[in-house]
């Protein structure tokens, strides 16, 4: 999806933000994440929507791979084309979820899909650009949901 590439990824990191002064950080102390599509996630998670009849238009997900995060513990995020941009591009709204691959790839199968079943059900039915938050994407509905995914 074009717009996963179009958003200035890169820039921002460069700049570290003290409430309105920013300030430059030199190449070499700033930390590129590379990102890029993933087949084996979105066929995951074309699967596990279509086992627990989530009924998203799925070419709206975009799935993407990222690489060099220094996060140790984020397994994945999900995110939103925000409406302002969808009407500033004259876009319907998008959402992506990345997985963070040096955390997620160190999962069992289980616990991988447990964490795709989480991003998915932060996007909402009415998939306007917003999130559905942590009172339902929790461990109780996603436990619930790993057991219908088994069924
Ligand atoms: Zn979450």
Redesign the pocket.
């Known amino acids: 999806m074009a717009f996963v590439n179009a958003l200035p990824t890169e820039l921002p990191r460069h700049l570290l933000y003290f409430g309105r002064k920013a300030f430059i950080i030199p190449p070499a102390f700033s930390n590129v994440i590379k990102y890029h599509h993933s087949d084996a996630v979105k066929t995951r998670i074309s699967e596990i929507a279509a086992k627990l009849g989530i009924k998203h238009d799925l070419s709206r997900v975009a799935c993407v791979e990222s690489v060099g995060s220094k996060s140790k513990r984020t397994l994945a995020r999900?995110h939103a084309l925000p409406r302002i941009m969808q009407v500033a591009l004259g876009t319907k709204a998008h959402y992506v979820i990345e997985v963070i691959t040096e955390n997620f790839s160190r999962l069992p199968k289980a616990e991988q899909d447990k964490t795709l079943i989480?991003?998915l059900m932060?996007i909402p039915k009415s998939f306007g650009g917003g999130f559905r938050h942590?009172d339902y994407?929790c461990r109780k509905n996603i436990d619930e949901m790993y057991r219908k995914l088994g069924e």
């Open positions: 999900c989480h991003e932060h942590h994407v």
